[in-house]
Each structure stands twice: as structure tokens, then as C-alpha cells.
């Protein structure tokens, strides 16, 4: 079992850096490790999980979320992590127990999600998802290589 302290040092700083105000704790793991920053603006979900669950939910700013990979089967938590990612949250924090974990989740399916690992500790896995941070700037990606202003009547295609 993970140390909790040690986890909320990792937890903490991630809901700082988003100025969260409004979080979601879903599952035991969050809650215990959260139970001293929960307060009215927190919204809590625990096990079983279901995408009905999600439609009572109001805007939120951050999700840490714990044993929903443990908790249902691969399909099932995919398209759970997507709906929340998608339309409620655009902050997650994604605790994964490699222990209870189904062993057919690999890196890759976090990635394929938009997670980037965290970290690790004490056999518990740490995915994080910002939309700031799922692409980043590309140079090219502007109007000046767009609209290619200095080939007009040059060239008709």
C-alpha cells in the first residue's frame, strides 16, 4: 500500500499548477489521499462506476481519479476516462495500482488516451492529462504558412 502523504506530494502541486477549484475525487484512493483538501466544491464518485454517474456532474476543474482501471473492464474504463476527459474535466489525474491492474493495460493505451506518465511509486502508476499540455506549438502551424501570400498570381493550380 502506497503511503498516502507520499502520494498527496505528487497530487498536491498538480491541483496547484491548475488553479483547481472544483475537483472530482473518484474512487477510495483519491478520497483517502485528497480527505484533507475536500471541501463543499468537491464532488466524490466511488466504485461501481458507470457512465450514468457522469451525467450529474457539474463542470469540474480537476479529476483524480483512483481504481477505475482495477474496477472495470477494458473497454468500460476507456470509454469512462474519454466521456470524463471529453466533456466534463480538462484536468485528470489517473492513480493506477499495477497490482489490481487488468493486465492487458499497457503504456501505450494511457498514451492513446492523452496521458503522460507522472511517475511511480510504490508499485502505484501516476497518469496525468492536461489540454494544455496535449499538443504542443508547432512552428509551422500559423497563417503565414497557410495562405502562402507570396504565391498569389504566380502559379494557378
Sequence with gaps: MTDLSDLSKIILPFIQQYHGQRLLLAGELAKKTLSKVQDTR???LTTPFSLAQLNTLPPIDIAIISDVIENLTKVD???WLATLRNQYAQHLLLIVDQQRAEPSWQLTDYLALGFKKRGELNGQLLFSYAIE???FKRDWLNSRHWANPENFDKYRW
Design 133 to 135: 499540455d496535449y499538443q
Design 42 to 44: 468537491s464532488h466524490t
Design 77 to 79: 474504463a476507456t470509454q
